[in-house]
C-alpha cells in the first residue's frame, strides 16, 4: 500500500526548511521597553489537564517565575484534541507576553499528523527556551521471550504482524517512537492505541498486549517490581533514571532517537526585549537546585537554550516526524 502524502503544510514546512528560511522567531517588530514586563498576571496555558508532566512542569516554572517578578502566574489547563486547542487559544493571544504557552512533543507531531490546523506551526509562534527532555522505555511483558533489542527485533522478524503494541493513541510520542523502531528496523509490529498510557499499561501488565514505549516514569517502576521488562531507553544517552540500561542506540539501532520533551513559546510578534526577558528568567529557574530535583525526579533532564536554538530544535522535530507519519500512514482517531 503506497503511503499518504505529507499534509500540505508539513510540505510547506519541509520547503521552508531546505531553503533555508523556516523560522518560528518572530518578525521584526518595534524596539519595547521590556523594564515594565511584566505589568500584569501571566497566563501560562497547558494543553493537558492537570496532574500530567506538561501541567506539573508549567507550575514548575511558573512559580519561579512569580517569585522573581512579583506577578502571579497563572496556570490554565486547556485540554482536548491533542493539545490543538490549547495552540490554537495561544497563537491568537496577544503578543504582549503576558500569555505563554506550553510547547509539547506532540505539537511537532501535529504539524504532520492534522491535514488542517488552525494556526500555522511555524509562523504562529515565537520559541523562548525548552525546558526538559526524557526518554521513552522499550518494555515488553515478561512472557515475551527477548531480553533485548536485538532478540526484539529477531523475533519480530520471525513473527511479521504478530507481536502486538500499546499506545497513549494515534499520534502520541508512544505511538510514534515505536513507529520509527519498525521502520528503521524494517519489522512489522500491530498497533493498539489506547486513550491514555495509564489503561495501555494495565493491560500490557495483564499480557494483553506485548510491547510499549511509555514514558520511562510511567514505566520504570512496573519493570523495576518485575511486572515488566525493560529492554531499552529511548533517548540519545543512557538516563540518569536507569543509568544500567542502554538506548535503542547502544542496542545496534544506529542513530534512533525518540523523547518526550517541552518547551515554551509565546504568540508571533512578541517584541524580542520581551521574549529575551523571559528566556532569561526560565533559564535562570532550570538551573535553582529544587527544580532541576523535581524534574529529575519525573525523569525529564532539564535543558534551557536560546530562542534562535529552541526554534532549530523545533523545526528539525518536524521534518523527522513527518517521515515517521508518512512511512506508517497514521491518521487522526
Keep these: 500500500m503506497r503511503a499518504p502524502a505529507l499534509s500540505k503544510q508539513a510540505c510547506v514546512i519541509v ?3 531546505a531553503a533555508g528560511t523556516g523560522d518560528m522567531t518572530q518578525a521584526a517588530v518595534p524596539a519595547f521597553d521590556a523594564k515594565s514586563y511584566p505589568s500584569k498576571p501571566i497566563r501560562f496555558i497547558v494543553p493537558f489537564a492537570a496532574g500530567g508532566p506538561s501541567d506539573l512542569q508549567a507550575r514548575l516554572v511558573g512559580a519561579k517565575l512569580t517569585e522573581a517578578w512579583g506577578q502571579q502566574v497563572v496556570v490554565e489547563n486547556r485540554g482536548g484534541a491533542n493539545g490543538i486547542i ?12 503576558h500569555t505563554i504557552i506550553m510547547l509539547t512533543a506532540g505539537f511537532t507531531i501535529n504539524a504532520t499528523l ?22 521513552g522505555i522499550l518494555v515488553a511483558h515478561p512472557s515475551l521471550p527477548a531480553h533485548s533489542v536485538k532478540d526484539l527485533i529477531a523475533l519480530a522478524r520471525s513473527r511479521p504482524g504478530q507481536i502486538v503494541y500499546m499506545s497513549a493513541g494515534v499520534g502520541s510520542p508512544s505511538h510514534l517512537a ?18 491514555g ?7 500490557l501488565i495483564a499480557g494483553h498486549v506485548q510491547v510499549s514505549i511509555p514514558t520511562i516514569q510511567a514505566g520504570l517502576v512496573h519493570a523495576k517490581a518485575g511486572r515488566l521488562r525493560a529492554l531499552a531507553t529511548s533517548g540519545a544517552r543512557r538516563a540518569a533514571a536507569a543509568p544500567d540500561l542502554p538506548t535503542v542506540a547502544e542496542s545496534g539501532v544506529t542513530g534512533y532517537e525518540a523523547t518526550n520533551w517541552f518547551g515554551i513559546v509565546v504568540p508571533a510578534k512578541t517584541p524580542r526585549a520581551i521574549v529575551a526577558k523571559l528566556n532569561q ?26 530562542p534562535e536554538d529552541f526554534s532549530k530544535y523545533v523545526q528539525a522535530e518536524i521534518v523527522k516526524w513527518a517521515a515517521v507519519i508518512k512511512a506508517s500512514g497514521a491518521k487522526p482517531e
Design 281 to 306: 528568567e526560565i533559564v535562570r529557574a532550570l538551573a535553582v537546585p529544587d527544580v532541576r530535583e523535581r524534574l529529575l525526579s519525573q525523569g525529564m533532564e532539564p535543558i534551557s537554550n536560546t
Design 86 to 97: 490549547a495552540f490554537e487559544i495561544g497563537a491568537k493571544a496577544d503578543p504582549d507576553g
Design 114 to 135: 492534522y491535514p488542517k490546523l488552525p494556526y500555522d506551526s511555524i509562523r504562529d509562534f515565537a520559541p523562548v527556551s525548552q525546558i526538559s527532555s526524557g526518554p
Design 15 to 17: 520547503a521552508l526548511l
Design 197 to 203: 498510557i495509564a489503561p495501555g499499561i494495565t493491560d
Design 178 to 195: 515505536l513507529e520509527l523502531l519498525q521502520s528503521t528496523t524494517r519489522t512489522q509490529f500491530v498497533h493498539i492505541p489506547y486513550k
